[in-house]
């Protein structure tokens, strides 16, 4: 089974959020709009810009940081997805 | 009798919200923005993107997620519809 | 004596609400955002999309699905007719 | 004495408010958003769509409806005017 | 000593509030969103659509009406200056 | 040391509040939203529309009318400084 | 490790709050929009304008003002980092 999501979604394995990451960035606990970091499970089929489909810039396994409150969240098992829109990504962690 | 859905949008057979589906997926009962899923009974006939009309990327027996509170509800006989326009829907599942 | 609407408008004769429809329809009477159902009487000249003028997708005698709280309400004798853009109509009934 | 409406918008000649029409519409008097009727007095030069100028879809003459609480009113003597975006004029009465 | 305006903006010598104009205009004192009237004194290079520089429509010495809460009043001496977008400018009396 | 602002951003050197200008020009010291007066420091590049960059029409030491309550203010030793968006700008004063 | 911002976003290494800067600007510490000052460390690949990708403004070292409470605060070890639209940047500190 897996998720292939539409536009300009992406499809995102969410990391434990009090959990230090292993590059050593620490997400703020309180914060009223937190970043989040996770694992690019899907992509979409990209975004309509000005009539042409532009793929989009984030790849499958790119980790990335992300707004906290976008997006929808699905649970898959044990597991907990998020649907996102690019646009709510904010950096990819290399 | 069959519902021909206007230009985005798309009528979807709902599925029953605490079941768990086939492919696994437990959809969260009290999340306040909770995904959902159901099966695509008709698609409209495309989105017009900068004047000219695109066709949808879903299509007819897709199963998808989607935003809960999105779209209208129609019930017919026993059976619930929702007519939702593409745009809310986040993913189809394989 | 008729109305003609401007542009992307739709006149609609108006079904009484709780009417079980000819298809089987039934349409809630309480939901806060409630489709309902109507006859298509007279459509605009259509909807300019990109300095173009596209024709609308609806046509006389088609009987529809809208959106509840969409639209503005005329009286004209005994019939309450609904003036509504097409973009509030959801669906036609086949 | 007269009133030269700039771009899209139109001077209407308001009908007093319960009155029933010649042709027989008869306006809600408590509705929230209620339409009106009234005749074209004058017109702007047209609305600008994508860089161009589109002449208005309504003449002067015309009796036309539109919603109740849109544009701005003008009193000239004795007489209501309302200058109104003709995107808020709904149907033309025939 | 003078204003020159920016863009699409509009400076303009506000009537005072009860005074009947000479063209035997009332304006209402006590309205919600009272239209006003008053003369053009300078007008903006022009408004740019998609792309290209239109001249505005309204020129110096028009006598105009406009929305009464809109753009934002300058006092020079003991005059009163409205500095205005012409979107706000509803009708030029002649 | 300098300030460059970006894209359609301005850089204005503040007149104190309640001084009388040398135009003659009194602003208003109770008004909600009311207009104020100061120098151009410094420019963007320019604002792009439609994807073209078009130059600013203000220049430096241009003195201009602004809202009040638009920008950003910044402190540079004594003298205070506002970055605002062209837009802002209403009037330059000759 | 390092942060790749998508698109129109800059990631900026943050000042502290009170510190008077180098230049000698002193950012306001009650305002209720304050500016804030920074250093830029990485930038996106640029923000798509009318089907066109145009690269950023600002460059990597470049030192910026910015508006307080615009961006999504990252912290790595002690150093916070903010991850910031370039509209959202004001002017570069020269």
């Not at 649970?75 to 709510?88: H, M, P, S, V």
């Amino acid at each position: 089974m897996s998720l292939r999501p539409l536009g300009d979604k992406v499809v995102i394995k969410v990391k434990a959020e009090e959990e230090k990451t292993v590059s050593g960035i620490l997400l703020p606990g309180s914060a009223q709009e937190k970043p989040q970091q996770g694992k690019v499970i899907a992509v979409g089929t990209g975004e309509i810009v000005d009539g042409k489909k532009v793929p989009l810039d984030v790849k499958v396994d790119d980790e990335v940081i992300y707004s906290k409150y976008s997006g929808n969240e699905v649970k898959i098992g044990e597991d907990e997805y998020l649907i996102i829109r690019q646009a709510d990504i904010l950096a990819i962690v290399e």
